[in-house]
């Protein structure tokens, strides 16, 4: 089971109609392909993309994961099929992004800055997809030179998984060992 992390806005407010449709679109085409979707599990841009699973003709239970702030597991969206109340506040996104084999990033603000640094550190294929928020911003570019790939820009879901299903076997084995001097 490989598992791709949806990160993005906890709010849709203020978001292009664009942007909430990349999000449910993202969330439908990675259960089209055949994987599992994880994300943080609560509203906005995760609920978005675990609606877009939930439609997908190939969903089956528990191929949609939320792992939760706290303690509760009521507040995941009803669209999540296993809740995961790990109750690590915003430490979560470093919990998500180290289960997932990839990730994709949806707008997004400071909290999906933060998985989008960890990703890049624990060495996780990233796909930027869209035009706002972070995933806009980094598109395309490197966090710093202790990688020699980037964070790759899609501009569709179906582009973000073509990039997913081509790159991830590049990504295999490779497990973050720290810093290297």
Request: hydrophobic share 40%; aromatic share 6%; net charge positive.
């Amino acid at each position: 089971m490989k598992i791709i992390a949806v990160c993005g806005n906890a709010s849709t407010k203020g978001l292009s109609e664009t942007t909430l449709e990349l999000a449910y679109e993202a969330g439908k085409a990675i259960i089209d392909n055949g994987y599992t979707l994880a994300c943080g599990g609560l509203g906005g841009l995760m609920e978005l993309a675990c609606k877009g699973a939930r439609d997908s003709k190939n969903h089956k239970p528990n191929t949609i994961i939320g792992i939760l702030p706290n303690y509760d597991r009521s507040i995941a969206n009803p669209y999540v099929d296993l809740a995961l109340p790990i109750g690590f506040d915003m430490a979560r996104n470093l919990s998500l992004v180290s289960l997932s084999h990839a990730v994709i990033a949806v707008g997004g603000g400071s909290g999906t800055l933060n998985e989008l640094s960890a990703s890049w550190q624990l060495g996780k294929l990233i796909v930027g997809l869209g035009s706002e928020g972070y995933a806009g911003k980094l598109a395309g570019s490197k966090l710093d030179d202790r990688r020699e790939d980037m964070i790759y820009k899609a501009s569709s879901a179906k582009e973000a998984l073509d990039i997913i299903n081509s790159k991830l076997p590049l990504y295999e084995g490779k497990f973050f060992t720290g810093i290297k001097k």
